[in-house]
């Protein structure tokens, strides 16, 4: 689905309210399903021209269950709850609709945006708390020791079997 300018979602909807076209003609010519047409006549009914320009809009858990309270106490449909909210998309409504619903209002909260931060092991934390020189330092250093030893005695078996081994190469068979 192609996305569409502010300016042309804006004239879609003027050529359906001038009346001398239907609301699937106009969908048909533009290349879209006649109800997302739809959906963006309702967001300009309630909210004027405003409503295509880009936006972004951080709603806490008060804000969602009010929409959600709102949307049950009228009787409304999740996407005419929407466009009341000038909410970009109905499918921002049902998926707090069955967060709420699954997980309570918790799962209403307002989740981190972006990676998280690497965090150092809990094991290097706990040898840097150490203190240098002490017995347990001392141990925690030779079982790093030992592990490093072993990894690097296998790493070598390794390449060695590699080297005496030559390259073999399987026989074609043939099934005629």
Known sequence: MAKFSSDEKLQAV???QNGSESLKS???SIGLHHSVLLHWIKLFEHHGEEVFKKRY????????L???NHMNEYGLSVRETAAVFNIASHSTILSWQRS???RG???????EKGRPSMKKDSKE????TLAEGSVEALQAEVERLRMENAYLKKLNALVQNKEKSPKKTKP????N
């Not at 809009?57 to 969602?64: L, R």
């Not at 934390?125 to 840097?128: D, E, I, M, T, Y």
């Not at 074609?172 to 099934?175: A, E, F, G, I, L």
């Open 66 to 68: 009010d929409i959600l």
């Open 125 to 128: 934390q706990k040898n840097q």
């Open 14 to 16: 003027i050529r359906y």
């Open 57 to 64: 809009t951080p709603y806490s858990v008060q804000d969602k």
């Open 105 to 111: 209002i918790d799962a209403l909260q307002p989740k």
């Open 172 to 175: 074609k068979s043939s099934m």
């Open 100 to 102: 709420l619903e699954l």
């Open 26 to 28: 106009i969908a048909k």
